[in-house]
Each structure stands twice: as C-alpha cells, then as structure tokens.
C-alpha cells in the first residue's frame, strides 16, 4: 500500500474540509476584484509565523467592525494589467485611467483613516502604511477624466481652444445650412427640409434628377436611388476645417492620455504595493465579516 506524501494528504484534507467552497464564499464577501482573486487564491499557511501575524490582523479588524464600523472599501479594479501596460511605454484609455482614478479615490480614503483614528490598529497599520501619498497623480487624473472615462475639454489650453473653435465651426455650418434650406433659390432642388451627416460632413438631400442644378460634392445615395446627399461647394471649405479641428482634438486628446500614462508608469511600482496593501485589508475585512457570521 502506497503511504501518500505531504503534497497528497494537504489536497485531500483540502477538498474534504470543502475549502475552495469556503473561499468562494469569501470572495463573494470582498468588496474589490484583486481582494476576490487573493480570496480564491488562498491556500493554508504552514508557517508560524505568518499565521499569527494574520490573526493579528483578524483580531484587530473584529475589533474595529465592532467599534468603528467597516473600512470605506469600494470596488475597484484589478489595475496591475494598466500599470504595466504604461510601463510599456503605451496609452492607457480614458476608460482605464479612470479606474486607476477609482483605485487611488479608495486608496486615499483608507490611507486617512489609518493617518487618523486608524492609527491604534497597529497590525492593520502597517498593512495601510504601504500606500503612499498619490495626491499630485489622483489631482492630474482627476482634472482631465470625467466619470464616463472621457478627456475633459479642460484637461488641457490647447483642448478648450480647438473645442471651442468646433464648436463655432459647426455652427456657422449649420447657419449656412438653415439659410440653403429655406432659399426660394434651392426649394425645388431639395428632396426635404432637412440636413445630415455622411462620412463627417454636412449634407443635404438633393432629388436625385435636379443634382446637377447645385454646385456640390455627392458622398451618398438613398436606397431608392431618387434622393443623393450632397456636400454644397459653399460649405467644401468649412467641412473641410470641421474635420482638420477633429482630428487636431483627437491627437491632442490622445497626447493628454500618453502624458497621464507615464505620470502612472512613474509611479508604477508604488502602486503595485497600495494595490497590494488594499487588496489584502480588504481580504482581512472579508475574513472578519465571515468570523461574524
């Protein structure tokens, strides 16, 4: 008869005593993605010492839910995939820096407890003492994404200039368009009062049989065949700076995020440790729910 070895009888008593069931139930009770992957990844610890620093931390978390009440954890993403990523050299997107933004919002929230009356936990202190001061990052992102992950038109002199530009653009376009609309001249020309946009350009609705009556470009075709879209020749010029304005706010956007990518790559490794740092308190404040419970 074969005598299992350490390995075998852990991974028995493991799947026995039900313990990935136990840290499903765990992860369902941490707040942030990284608290739930540490939760699912936990396996028993055969070092001493570490199992009495972590009932340290226990302790003390039973006792600040009891006293004060739970930390102000919320979700976060696991942002080690972005921090990377700049590392890289590459942009993160609008999308992604806003949840690094989130990240640092929790970050800040749980470094000022512990600053505070936080303090006397003193197991639980040294877990949030790790997480540095990221006031001059957060503020950066803070002031140039908005809650939908977008560049704010503030975020930069030159973005409000071109978007303020844009948006005269547009509408001196548009007031021309209204005037060509409502002209005796073109009436009988036109298929419908109305304008549109093909390929980024203004248009109007032409019958298809009186095209050759109004000086312009046709970028489209109805299904029908009696109806082309087309580009008056008056408005060629002002399409043409509408969409130069675009492409100029696209690539200045797209600048802002580069500079606000390597600001976090500056960071990168401070990061890592707060997002470490929150993961694991957050993983002590779930193990204290389920002890309750």
């Known amino acids: 008869m074969k005598i299992p070895d350490k390995a075998e009888l852990l991974a028995r008593s493991i799947e026995r005593l039900e313990f990935p069931e136990l840290l499903k139930y765990l992860s369902q009770l941490s707040k942030s993605e990284p608290g739930k992957n540490l939760a699912l990844s936990l396996k028993p610890e055969s070092s001493l010492e570490q199992v009495k620093k972590e009932f340290e931390q226990l302790a003390e978390m039973l006792l600040l839910l009891d006293t004060i009440g739970p930390l102000h954890l ?5 942002c080690s995939e972005f921090f990377e990523i700049a590392c890289r050299g590459q942009a993160l997107s609008g999308r992604e ?32 003492g790790r997480i540095m001061d990221f006031n001059l990052l957060r503020k950066s992102l803070e002031n140039s994404i908005d809650e939908q992950g977008e560049v704010k038109p503030e975020a930069s ?18 007031k021309r368009l209204e ?19 093909r390929e980024g350009r203004f248009v109007v609705p032409v019958k298809a049989q009186e095209q050759g009556k109004l000086p312009g ?14 580009e008056p020749m008056e408005l060629v010029p002002l399409n043409n700076r509408l969409r130069m ?9 797209l600048r802002i995020l580069k500079e606000l990518s390597e600001k976090v790559a500056s960071f990168s490794e401070q990061l890592l440790e707060a997002l470490d740092s929150l993961a694991k308190l957050d993983l002590v404040q779930a193990k204290a729910e389920l002890a309750k419970n």
Do not use: W
């Open 97 to 128: 820096l806003r949840e690094v933004l989130n990240f640092l919002e929790q970050a800040r929230s749980v470094r000022r407890f512990f600053k505070g009356e936080g303090r006397k936990f003193t197991a639980l202190s040294e877990l949030a």
């Open 157 to 174: 002199p030159r973005l409000s200039q071109l978007i303020s530009e844009q948006t005269l653009c547009r509408r001196d376009i548009q």
């Open 74 to 78: 919320g979700y976060f993403t696991d």
């Open 245 to 253: 304005l675009e492409r100029e706010i696209e690539a200045e956007k």
């Open 179 to 197: 005037a060509l609309l409502h002209s005796r001249e073109y009436q009988s020309l036109l298929q419908d009062t109305f304008y549109t946009e």
């Open 217 to 230: 470009i046709v970028h489209d075709t109805s299904s029908s065949g009696a109806t082309v879209f087309m």
